[in-house]
């Protein structure tokens, strides 16, 4: 529907203020159609706030423009409440009101077998909920996925089928995304551009350019010393 | 003979509105919300029993004042909702006793359906038929927000719409309830069908249907009993809904 090159998100001077806190602050980009965004910060700052402002779930200043018409896929980063409900994994979809593709084709693309349609949602690893998560995110056929820390609470082994997942959706899929982590491996994996969060934009612009060492120095503070520490 | 029928035909309609609101209440860790809100009616009801009027349109202003209150009283404060909770029903059971006249305590407390009388009862059936009808075509949304509020706004539902709607039925069926078990067990009446279910079932379609027909079936029975044995209706419904949870805590999942 829309052409490589045109933008189908922009956010200029974004303000979020959370009971009188500012979360974020002076936030301006511009996405799109194909971009895969990483938005990279540490614990706190304000990564999902920004993608929870772009749904539209929060108060905020400044302007969040998406382009007419663009269908959008939200992945969350762990949904505690589900499990307390019976819920098969097909009556999840049906919760859903414009599913456009068959469940259990999107559960095979995910890698997931056709018969896991029947199965309590409760019964899964985390790892397999988040392919369920991700498949019904797809279900609506959104030409833009947003994803909040896809390998949060994947054991390791796991974030490379993560990895390995997102890539071929994006091959095949034409996906644009936004993928929020603080996972620097997903930068280099995936993305064509990097936003880095930490109340206000750090930097920003393709992976090499804007990840220099004094870039996450300022954006990570210690935490990345610390880490570079532990490997001598 | 009449008033057995009345009082089965309340019963069911009630105690099947109940459970099935529970489903979503229990998913949400609502349940017990309904237990203060129940208490907050306490005062209505005791004017009403003064005034002779049904105990359910007594009921209804208190607990919809009550839902403001708390909403209220959060905007302004920092306190946990549970915290002003505890103070706007005390306050409620406070008043009540003040109002309540000794001898009809117990129908306050406990409920007393055989009083439902013809009018009270198309009060009921028409009150939770309406309860149905509305949770069955806001249920997947309702779902949805419970899961998610903002796995919900992503897929372009009006949450906040949804909670005020999600807040009046629970509102109302408070207001029902109480005519059946009274201003202490109504928390039971959402609750205990809609978790002896949930050990059961395997997914969505046989949760609801259980917990509705548990809360139907605990309520006929519980007035049948009640009719036989001369004890009051409400603690035996909630006391055939404690069994049949004991019952299929050994299939729980």
């Known amino acids: 529907m829309t052409n490589d090159g045109e933008p189908v998100l922009e956010v200029s001077d974004l303000k979020v203020t959370l009971e009188g806190q500012t979360v974020l602050d002076h936030i301006s980009f511009a996405v799109r159609r194909g971009e895969v965004w990483t938005i990279l910060g540490p614990n706190g700052a304000g990564k999902t706030v920004l993608l929870r402002a772009l749904l539209g779930a929060l108060p905020y200043r400044g302007s969040i423009a998406w382009k007419a018409g663009v269908r959008i896929g939200y992945v969350p980063q762990r949904l505690p409440y589900i499990r307390n409900i019976p819920l098969s994994v ?21 890698g997931l077998g056709a018969e896991a349609g029947k199965r309590r949602i409760g019964d899964f690893s985390s790892g397999q909920f988040q392919r369920i998560l991700i498949a019904w995110a797809l279900a609506s056929d959104p030409d833009v996925l947003l994803f909040d820390e896809p390998t949060a609470g994947i054991d390791i082994g796991g974030e490379e089928t993560v990895y390995a ?68 | ?91 409620g059971v406070a008043v009540a006793f003040l109002l309540l006249p000794m001898e009809q305590a117990e129908t306050a407390l406990v409920g007393d359906i055989s009083r439902a009388g013809l009018y009270g009862t198309a009060l009921s059936v028409v009150a939770s038929l309406a309860i149905v009808v509305t949770l069955r075509r806001a249920y997947s949304k309702l779902v949805l ?36 078990v009274g201003g202490l067990l109504t928390a039971a009446l959402v609750a205990i069908p809609a978790a002896a279910a949930r050990n059961v079932a395997r997914n969505l379609e046989q949760y609801t249907l259980g917990a509705t027909a548990i809360g139907v079936a605990s309520a006929v029975l519980g007035v049948v009993l009640a009719h036989v044995t001369g004890f009051p209706a409400g603690p035996l419904i909630i006391l055939i809904g404690a069994a049949t949870f004991l019952l299929t805590l050994p299939f729980a999942r």
């Open chain 1, 90 to 110: 097909a009556e999840f979809f049906a919760l859903k009101s414009n599913v456009r593709s068959g469940v259990d084709e999107l559960l095979r693309a995910v």
């Open chain 1, 165 to 232: 997942l997102l890539a071929q959706l994006k091959r095949t899929r034409n996906l644009t995304m936004l993928i929020v982590t603080h996972d620097l491996a997903m930068v280099h994996r995936l993305s064509s551009m990097v936003l880095c969060l930490n109340r206000q934009a750090v930097c920003m612009g393709p992976p090499l350019a804007a990840l220099t060492p004094e870039n996450l120095e300022r954006l990570f503070g210690r935490e990345v010393s610390v880490y570079e520490h532990k490997h001598e």
């Open chain 2, 1 to 91: 003979m009449e008033s057995l029928l009345l009082s089965l035909v309340a019963g069911m309609s009630i105690g099947g509105a109940a459970a099935y609101l529970g489903t979503l209440m229990l998913s949400r860790r609502m349940a017990l919300v309904a237990g203060p809100l129940g208490h907050l009616t306490l005062p209505g009801i005791a004017l009403a029993l003064v005034w002779g009027l049904d105990v359910s349109v007594g009921a209804f202003p208190f607990v919809i004042a009550g839902v403001v209150a708390i909403w209220w009283l959060e905007t302004r404060t920092k306190l946990p909702m549970e915290a002003l909770t505890a103070l706007v029903f005390s306050s």
């Open chain 2, 145 to 180: 927000a419970n899961i998610s509020e903002d796995l919900a706004t992503a897929e372009g539902i009006a949450v906040r719409r949804y909670n005020l709607l999600y807040l009046f039925l629970i509102a109302v069926i408070v207001a029902l309830g109480v005519k059946m």
